[in-house]
T-cell receptor, first 116, second 113 residues
């Protein structure tokens, strides 16, 4: 069965500092990987996705993620965080199923706190 | 711009009531999903549908049912609401085969009292 682990429940980062959020996945085939962000009381917004090709993926709001197959990881990074980045971040895994779709599998999320 | 719309942002219902949560997407997507989000548990899949009138159970279907009479609309039904169904409910849709990018609605925060 597929699964996603986000080891950090909370992370606190100073404004302007760099950020890395960890994500490890388990998936039996070639995975599709996603990072979503959720602001308080809102739905999920896609930050970036990896389907194939270049393992370093650029997303919106200055985020990037690197797919490392050997480590089953898809960590999210940002060189300099802004106060507006405070939110909940979810990593998810999916793939090409055999007809139709049965939904992405999400990690439990990492709550990002930005210190002034 | 793609859009998934959930009919209510906030709902308060009484224990035992029948509750309908509605979701509409305007992207002509084949797949639609209902997730439940609880603190510390992340998103858990309740039901999904990959075609009109088709439905499949997700990870936590107990106490819920769904209806998809039209391609653009996917309804989640709580037959007899209970307090442990107090949660944030998120609808999503995606295109085609496989578990590709999902687009989410704004969520419905349901409180059962």
């Amino acid at each position: 069965a597929q699964s996603v682990t986000q080891p950090d429940i909370h992370i606190t980062v100073s404004e302007g500092a760099s950020l890395e959020l960890r994500c490890n996945y388990s998936y039996g085939a070639t995975p599709y990987l996603f990072w979503y962000v959720q602001s308080p009381g809102q739905g999920l917004q896609l930050l970036l996705k990896y389907f194939s090709g270049d393992t370093l993926v650029q997303g919106i709001k200055g985020f990037e993620a690197e797919f490392k197959r050997s480590q089953s990881s898809f960590n999210l990074r940002k060189p300099s965080v802004h106060w507006s980045d405070a939110a909940e971040y979810f990593c998810a895994v999916g793939g090409l199923g055999g007809g139709g779709a049965d939904g992405l599998t999400f990690g439990k999320g990492t709550h990002l706190i930005i210190q002034p | 711009d793609v859009k998934v719309t959930q009919s209510s942002r906030y709902l308060v219902k009484r224990t035992g009531e029948k509750v309908f949560l509605e979701c509409v997407q305007d992207m002509d997507h084949e797949n639609m999903f209902w997730y439940r989000q609880d603190p510390g548990l992340g998103l858990r899949l309740i039901y999904f549908s990959y075609d009109v009138k088709m439905k499949e159970k997700g990870d936590i279907p107990e106490g819920y049912s769904v209806s998809r009479e039209k391609k653009e609309r996917f309804s989640l039904i709580l037959e007899s609401a209970s307090t442990n169904q107090t949660s944030m409910y998120l609808c999503a849709s995606s295109h085609g085969q496989g578990n590709t990018e999902a687009f989410f609605g704004q969520g419905t925060r349901l409180t059962v009292v």
